[in-house]
């Protein structure tokens, strides 16, 4: 059960498995510096960002306002109170990792090996990954 507080104080009660559409974040802090990996950690429509799409922290200024050059190259600017769903992207997990994404290096942790799962794992690595079976 997830039970959510509202503005005016009232307490509503869920039932996740009976609701649909529903998305749930949990707030915290970070500090963001220039040169920062990120990641989006839900879509971010106006500026036609994908969910789980990474970037790097280009400039960032005291009012919170962010420029962020995206993997695939492009540039967006916006202030962090406009999408606030941003969390580090130095780690990130084959699962969640944006789709085509490319990386210089990355490892692997797998409990068995099947040629599908490893093909997935290895499709955006292209320089050097590191399996570690368990």
Request: glycine share 8%; proline share 4%.
């Amino acid at each position: 059960m997830l039970t959510v507080e509202r503005a005016n104080g009232q307490h509503l009660t869920y039932d996740p498995r009976r609701l649909h559409g529903v998305t749930v974040y949990r707030d915290a802090e970070r500090e963001f510096s220039a040169r920062d990996r990120v990641q989006f950690t839900a879509p971010y429509r106006e500026e036609r960002i994908a969910n789980r799409q990474l970037g790097t922290v280009e400039q960032i200024d005291a009012g919170g306002n962010l420029q962020i050059r995206l993997d695939s190259g492009r540039d967006v600017e916006f202030h962090a109170g406009e999408h606030p769903h941003l969390d580090y992207g130095y780690a990130v997990t084959s699962h969640s990792s944006y789709p085509g994404a490319h990386v210089p290096r990355g490892s692997d942790v797998q409990t068995e090996r099947t040629p599908f799962r490893c093909y997935i794992v290895t499709v955006g690595h292209i320089f050097c990954l590191t399996w570690i079976v368990t």
